[in-house]
């Protein structure tokens, strides 16, 4: 039994709930979903995480009416009970990535010859569309650029022309730059309001408007600063340290590289980084001598994946980019994202097999 700590109305038909579920808490990250059966009504029904604390072993999770179970569930209150809570069950934009990687390679790699032709460009677009925009409508900003960069990649590499690109780019730069002036303006399209003050208060960090919004940031620019050269030591235990400090609210995560930084030092930052770029090598070196187009594919967009989103993550720990929350590969926590990226380099690494493959007559 999980007991419900506070009940609340957010607005029309969406409610949010403070649950004591430790179990779930020590497992969780924010944006998963977990499923939850309650003895009132006996169905499991779909929630979102949207918060959690650890040491008091909450869980925050938020849900909307949209049928009978979760109409009887908005009238639980705080004291009421959950029977069963089945958790976490991942975060599905992570494998969103892995799939698109694999069907795109698969289109394109059958359409080569004809990438060029706005029908082909047309039904790649398509094909992307759907699992987009539902991870842009989660709202999930940051993944969906990572997902449209390594979309982009992939469709390099299948050899679209030069022509496409410029037109791109040239529709693309000034769009980009209207979406910022009217983000000034206050009209916002596209963008809920806390993505569009992120990019603000990145433009305008020096501004008092924008403090609290970058307190993260600058805490964790501070802890990657103080680990100088070689750092304070691995799992240090002192007060000065930003993570023993709760300077960071999300240390295991988002601003991994800032522990990294801090605990580590330079040495250890560069060598995190130079890791990462002898992945993203070996996988443009197997890209380079796959067997077939769709293991070139396969092991390109990988590599656009793992370069973007661990650029992503240290950009944004080191001030470069808005604050954002994006995991750093194989290092941040959170098992949706480990998970699907040891099955994306598994499957690169079965492309690199493949062309040592020798039928046996």
């Known amino acids: 039994m999980y007991k419900i700590v506070n009940a609340e109305c957010l607005a029309d038909k969406i409610y949010l709930m403070d649950v004591e579920a430790p179990r779930v808490a020590r497992a969780c990250q924010p944006g998963e979903f977990v499923i939850v059966k309650m003895d009132e009504v006996g169905e499991r029904i779909p929630l979102t995480i949207c918060d959690f604390d650890r040491e008091k072993g909450l869980v925050t999770i938020v849900f909307q009416i949209v049928g009978a179970s979760t109409l009887k569930m908005s009238e639980l209150q705080a004291g009421d009970a959950f029977q069963d809570f089945v958790g976490p069950l991942g975060q599905p934009s992570e494998f969103v990535k892995i799939g698109l990687i694999l069907i795109l390679a698969n ?27 539902m991870v842009y409508l989660q709202p999930n900003l940051s993944t969906t650029i990572v997902i449209c960069f390594m979309i982009l990649c992939m469709v390099y590499v299948a050899g679209i022309s030069y022509k496409w690109i410029a037109g791109a780019v040239a529709v693309g730069v000034p769009g980009f730059a209207a979406l910022i002036y009217l983000s000034l303006q206050g009209f916002i399209p596209f963008l809920q309001k806390y993505q569009a003050q992120r990019i603000m208060g990145k433009i305008f960090h020096s501004s008092s408007e924008f403090t609290d919004l970058n307190r993260q940031q600058d805490n964790s620019m501070m802890a990657i600063g103080s680990g100088q050269l070689r750092g304070k030591g691995l799992f240090n235990n002192t007060l000065s340290s930003v993570k023993n400090g709760n300077f960071l609210s999300e240390e295991q995560t988002d601003f991994i590289f800032a522990v990294i930084g801090e605990e580590l030092g330079f040495v250890g930052g560069v060598a995190v980084i130079a890791l990462y770029a002898l992945l993203v090598y070996e996988c443009l070196w197997i890209a380079a001598r796959a067997k077939d187009t769709a293991g070139r594919l396969i092991a390109s967009g990988m590599a656009a994946l793992l370069a973007f989103q661990s650029f992503a993550n240290i950009a ?4 470069i980019f808005p604050n954002t929350g994006l995991p750093l590969p194989f290092i941040s926590s959170g098992l949706s994202s480990l998970l699907s990226m040891f099955i994306g380099m598994g499957v690169v690494l079965n492309v690199g097999l493949q062309r040592n493959n020798v039928t046996v007559q």
Not at 107 to 128: Q, V
Not at 316 to 319: C, R
């Open 107 to 133: 289109f394109l790699s059958r359409n080569r010859d004809k990438i060029n032709e706005p029908k082909t460009l047309g039904m790649t677009a398509l094909i992307c569309v759907l699992p987009v925009g």
């Open 316 to 319: 944004v720990a080191t001030g």
